[in-house]
């Protein structure tokens, strides 16, 4: 069964440091999408991406954030200078077209430590 | 307001028992609606979509109100595997956001 799956599984930085957190979404799916969760919170999400441009972003996705669809595999979110409040659970998940169904699938997630 | 809301729990069941959690969602244009179980610090899977006529899968049924803005989901013959945070989720269209509940918690203990 296809999934999506991320790397690292665990990244500890230090404030003000940049991480890349990378994803490899499902083959066939064309919408992509990262979410986050603070430990205790709800999921929240934070941008999806559709035809190599964002489609769709949160309020939590400042200009900090940056998605990137860098080959034909790999979708990365950016975070240029880490602060603290950022540590958490980061999700990506990919979903088909609205015809095959609005499921999103997610990957197993990177916990990102900021210290 | 808060766009999902779920009943937190903890749902604290015997093996075999029959239990039902409840949502509402603020937004009347969501178009989509999902109940999705999470496992601790592990992903949200999917476990089942909701249909406005209702659906059932195996021993799980869900349920869509509409007119009161209202999902359920019920789980019969309840097992020691089904504890997870079960998270209600509404979506307005495909390729947006979902909109996820706090979640509930279920314990199912022998």
């Known amino acids: 069964e296809p999934e999506v799956t991320q790397t690292p599984s665990h990244q500890v930085t230090q404030m003000g440091q940049e991480v890349i957190l990378r994803c490899v979404p499902i083959?066939?799916?064309?919408?992509f999408y990262w979410y986050r969760q603070i430990l205790g919170q709800k999921v929240e999400f934070l941008v999806s991406f559709y035809n190599n441009e964002i489609s769709e972003k949160s309020e939590i996705f400042d200009d900090q954030f940056s998605v990137e669809r860098p080959d034909g595999s790999n979708f990365t979110l950016k975070i240029r200078s880490t602060k603290l409040e950022d540590s958490a659970m980061y999700f990506c998940?990919?979903?088909?077209?609205?015809?095959?169904?609005?499921?999103?699938?997610f990957g197993p997630g990177t916990r990102l430590t900021v210290t | 307001r808060k766009e999902v809301e779920q009943d937190p729990g903890p749902f604290n069941v015997p093996e075999g028992a029959t239990v039902a959690f409840n949502c509402t969602y603020s937004n009347s244009a969501s178009q989509s609606f999902f109940w999705y179980r999470q496992d601790c610090r592990k992903e949200p899977k999917l476990l089942m979509s909701?249909?406005?006529s209702g659906n059932e899968d195996g021993r799980f049924t869900a349920q869509l109100n509409r007119a009161s803005q209202y999902i359920s989901l019920l789980i019969r013959d309840s097992k020691l595997s089904d504890s997870a945070t079960y998270l209600c989720v509404v979506n307005s269209r495909a390729g947006t956001a979902l909109i996820f509940g706090k979640g509930t918690t279920l314990s199912v203990s022998s």
């Open positions: 998940a990919s979903s088909g077209l609205a015809g095959e169904g609005y499921e999103q699938y």
């Open positions: 909701v249909y406005s």
């Open positions: 083959s066939n799916h064309l919408y």
